[in-house]
């Protein structure tokens, strides 16, 4: 069973910035592609970001573009997403999501990102 898990969340001032990881349980060379989601409170998960099996290709909401970055490290089997400038409405636990076969099949359990002052 493949597991992943986030790490890297937590509180952080407006403007300021944050770099989530998650690890898997297996190699993720082996995944299509592997993505960030987020959900906040009384909201649906929405999409965030994806990044393909290389790394070659990104994907990214138009609330996270020029802000956050998705890259991945195949030695190390993790994918990160670094957010900068940082706005109150990217509150949310954020997933972490594989593509094994076409659809994203696995995901974390989360990890918070609350931005207050």
Not at 11 to 40: D, E, K, Y
Not at 42 to 71: L, M
Request: charged share 15%; net charge positive.
């Amino acid at each position: 069973q493949v597991q992943l898990v986030e790490s890297g969340g937590g509180l952080v001032q407006p403007g300021g910035s944050l770099r989530l990881s998650c690890a898997a349980s297996t190699r993720t060379i082996s995944f299509n592609h592997m993505g960030w989601f987020r959900q906040a409170p009384g909201k649906a998960r929405e999409f965030v970001a994806t990044i393909s099996t290389g790394g070659e290709a990104t994907y990214y909401d138009n609330s996270a573009k020029g802000r956050f970055t998705i890259s991945r490290d195949n030695t190390k089997n993790t994918v990160y997403l670094l957010m900068n400038n940082l706005k109150p409405e990217d509150t949310a636990v954020y997933y972490c999501a594989a593509d094994a076969s076409g659809s994203f099949n696995y995901w974390g359990q989360g990890t918070q990102v609350t931005v207050s002052s």
